[in-house]
């Protein structure tokens, strides 16, 4: 056997891990919750539980200052994707008032070779990464909703990733001190 053939391709094997590990969770939350509504939740809890952790890795690793204004979040987001899922989205969709915009995936790594089944036709499925999101931006005194408007899994040509900037957060006051 050539030296080539046997050669992997680190990133594509490390992505297949990703979509399978991600598939294995996400298929043991459906047999343990029965209900898709509740694994939806849980999976944007789960992600919130990782994002307020990952913010600070991002932060130690891109040595980034503070957001001058949403633009700039939207834009460092970005580039969390490329570290964290290997992919670019686009940024897109700004809404009139500057305070909502998208996320365009045309893929998408957890949902590489998932087909889901009609029974789990509302699941939402990549509800972690909007968790994700909305965990790493409350660290950094961002309150914002994110959902998912398009996905792949329903037959939509891209998964469109929503967020939505609520309110800035005050800073957490020292226990005694207010
Ligand atoms: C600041 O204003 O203090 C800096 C804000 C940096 C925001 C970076 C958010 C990272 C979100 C990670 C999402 C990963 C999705 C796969």
């Given at each position: 056997m050539s030296r080539a053939s046997t050669r992997f391709d680190t990133k594509k094997v490390n992505s297949e891990l990703v979509t399978l590990t991600y598939g294995a969770l996400v298929a043991q939350m459906i047999k343990d919750l029965e209900n898709t509504e509740d694994v939806s939740k849980q999976l944007e809890r789960l992600g919130y539980n990782m994002g307020i952790r990952l913010i600070e890795d991002f932060l130690a690793k891109t040595a980034t200052g503070r957001c001058l204004d949403l633009k700039d979040t939207a834009d460092k987001i970005q580039s969390a994707f490329r570290m964290y899922l290997g992919v670019q989205p686009n940024v897109a969709n700004w809404s009139a008032a500057g305070d909502e915009f998208s996320f365009i995936l045309d893929t998408n790594p957890l949902t590489d070779l998932v087909e889901l089944p009609d029974e789990l036709?509302?699941?939402?499925?990549?509800n972690i990464i909007c968790g994700v999101i909305r965990g790493a931006l409350e660290m950094v005194q961002l309150d914002v909703q994110s959902w998912i408007v398009q996905d792949q899994l329903k037959g939509d040509q891209n998964t469109e990733i929503r967020v939505k900037f609520i309110r800035r957060l005050e800073d957490a006051m020292p226990a005694g001190e207010d």
């Open positions: 036709k509302h699941l939402k499925y990549c």
